[in-house]
């Protein structure tokens, strides 16, 4: 059972990366693309916008989805995302003050906004982090209460940064904080690929590792699970891939939330199967739901955010309500 | 005790003193235990009963003294290694497991597993082995958190067994469950003791089956060792009142001629 709906899941991801390039504004015909040149306009939108918009739609879905995942078996909270515990807004912060700064450097080929937000998301995770080390046996209420306290307070300096800023640096935050996946040419999603093969790497690899720190500490203690090992290796890991995605692409919130717990429905508890099933529909929810953007308010172009949240809501709602609601709390 | 040193034991506390948060929760315990030895810890509630578990498995830490299993420092295992020696039940736990017993007992193999060992048909022979011996088998595919409190218990035990440890550490597992269920849990704990020779480290607030189920009696008190020794010096009124404060009523087991403790009588109605 288990198999053929990742199975399945695989091929929907193969049949929507296919697609998605074709769906927009300008609907381009598969002919044009193989048969013309490199010099046809159809043919030129294709290659260097839509494929590389696609590629960035969906590792960005699938990372927020991992680590939405790998923090909701963490902390054994439905509510734990990258949001929630405030390191998609340490990212932000981070990438913020390198716009605000008017910075540009790149270390081993990785962009300096990227290393800006990823220092960021670090900040973040270990405040939380520092937290649960200092005050041992602290519920994972008061750890999403420190995650929520951290959002509000890397909020409100991204707030004094941007007031702070001249016109154009304004606006380059901005339009970056709305959240985006416009991108020209291959070097965006290329640069976030590494990022998340090994953000994706640790997840998926340590998955025995999620389902016994899921059921509870002491538990996976004694099983023999090195806790506050695999949580630094976890939290640096997950770090790195936020990191990434919100440098590039801003603060998308809602995948990291909705999509696990939609997969954790369909595929059940165990992270060996869970991982890879986040990770195929977070990229895939994030790909329809930007095609979506692209077609539903042509010519013009709705943020990609709202969309999310008007489809992911609602039918996350439906799911609670649902016979199988009550594994939806008890879930996590 | 000089002749009982030289063989090794299958746990050895020499010297634990435990802080939590500038508070001593253990202050110099020192005891071993045999292996194959049932050790039944009681003791007034906050005296340090939990706490002495959770350092003999290492989930708590910052302690100071020595623990050995079999005669290694448990500092000197990594913990997937100390789980193949130890295996812990703790107090109620899996509650809001959303696994199903199989799955939970599956879990149980992971110090056995490494990266590049997956599940093997010899894990699944430890699981089923697991859920016949606690009677667990019609539960398999239900989830946790739709058992009741008695059944995830026996899930629980069913767990720490299938990790196939020679010692096992259990923080009052029959608290919550009704008489049937606990004898049931209790007649699975002697059997394993018995037959298995698994060592048996059981934290209980239930006196009466302490004596009857244990060799050997270990009394806490604000983080002290109050009392160690055979049941049948423990039942004792003396013993009892300095460890409890107050004074206790007795009578004999009918079957085993055993001293039982006797609830304090209520008022007539």
């Known amino acids: ?332 | 005790m000089t002749s009982t040193q030289m063989m090794t034991m299958a746990v050895d506390v020499r010297h634990l003193r435990l802080d939590l948060q500038g508070w001593p929760i253990l202050r110099d315990v020192s005891f071993a235990v045999r292996e194959g030895e049932y050790l039944a810890v009681v003791g007034p509630n906050g005296a340090g009963k939990t706490s002495l578990l959770r350092c003999i498995n290492r989930v708590a830490r910052g302690w100071r003294g020595a623990v050995n299993i079999n005669g290694v420092s448990i500092a000197a295992f990594t913990q997937r290694e100390l789980a193949r020696h130890v295996a812990y039940v703790p107090q109620a736990g899996g509650r809001h497991s959303p696994f199903t017993v199989r799955e939970t007992i599956l879990m149980a193999r992971y110090p056995h597993l490494t990266p590049f060992v997956s599940v093997n048909y010899r894990d699944l022979r430890f699981v089923e082995d697991a859920l016949a011996l606690t009677g667990t088998g019609s539960l398999a595919d239900r989830a946790m958190h739709t058992l009741s409190g008695g059944e995830r218990q026996k899930v629980m035990l069913a767990a720490a067994l299938a990790q196939n440890a020679r010692i096992l550490l259990l923080d009052e597992p029959t608290t919550f469950l009704d008489p049937r269920h606990r004898d049931v849990f209790r007649r699975v704990l002697r059997t394993i003791n018995r037959e298995k020779g698994i060592t048996v480290i059981e934290v209980t607030h239930d006196l009466n089956c302490a004596a009857l189920d244990s060799h050997r009696i270990l009394a806490l008190r604000n983080g002290e060792i109050a009392f160690c020794g055979p049941p049948g010096q423990f039942m004792d009124n003396e013993v009892l009142s300095r460890l409890y404060e107050r004074s206790f009523l007795f009578t004999e087991h009918p079957v085993t001629g055993q001293p039982m403790i006797l609830p304090e009588e209520g008022d007539r109605i």
Request: charged share 10%; proline share 5%; aromatic share 8%.
């Open chain 1, 1 to 332: 059972m288990k198999p053929l709906l990742l199975a399945g899941m695989i091929i929907l991801t193969l049949v929507v990366l296919v697609v998605a390039p074709f769906v927009g504004m300008t609907s381009i015909s598969p002919e044009s693309v193989i048969a013309a040149g490199a010099d046809d306009p159809e043919s030129r939108i294709f290659w260097s916008l839509r494929v590389p918009r696609v590629m960035l739609g969906f590792l960005a879905g699938a990372s927020m989805s991992l680590a939405g995942m790998v923090f909701q078996a963490m902390f054994r909270n439905p509510l734990a995302t990258p949001f929630t515990l405030g390191v998609s807004s340490g990212a932000a912060l981070g990438a913020t003050l390198y716009i605000r700064l008017g910075l540009s450097f790149a270390v081993f080929g990785v962009s300096g906004v990227t290393l800006s937000a990823f220092a960021g998301a670090l900040l973040a995770i270990s405040v939380v982090y520092g937290l649960i080390r200092s005050r041992p046996g602290s519920s994972t209420g008061t750890m999403l209460l420190a995650g929520v306290a951290v959002n509000f307070t890397f909020s409100s300096f991204i707030l004094m940064v941007h007031y702070t800023s001249d016109m154009a640096n304004s606006f380059n935050i901005l339009r970056w904080l709305m959240g985006r996946l416009d991108t020209v040419g291959p070097d965006e999603p290329l640069s976030l690929l590494p990022l998340m093969v090994f953000g994706g790497l640790a997840a998926l690899a340590l998955h025995r590792e999620l389902n016994l720190m899921s059921v509870g500490e002491e538990i996976a203690v004694g099983r023999g699970v090195d806790v506050s090992r695999y949580r630094k290796v976890l939290f640096l890991a997950m770090s790195v891939m936020i990191g990434g995605v919100v440098a590039i692409c801003g603060p998308i919130g809602f995948v990291g939330m909705m999509a696990p717990h939609i997969c954790r429905l369909v595929i059940g508890p165990d992270h060996r199967w869970l991982g890879p099933m986040s990770l195929l529909f977070g990229g895939v929810f994030l790909v329809v739901c930007d095609a979506l953007s692209r077609v539903l308010a042509a010519p013009a172009e709705l943020p990609v955010g709202v969309i999310t949240a008007l489809l992911g809501g609602p039918f996350f709602l439906w799911l609670l309500t649902g016979r199988r609601g009550a594994s939806v709390g008890a879930g996590t």
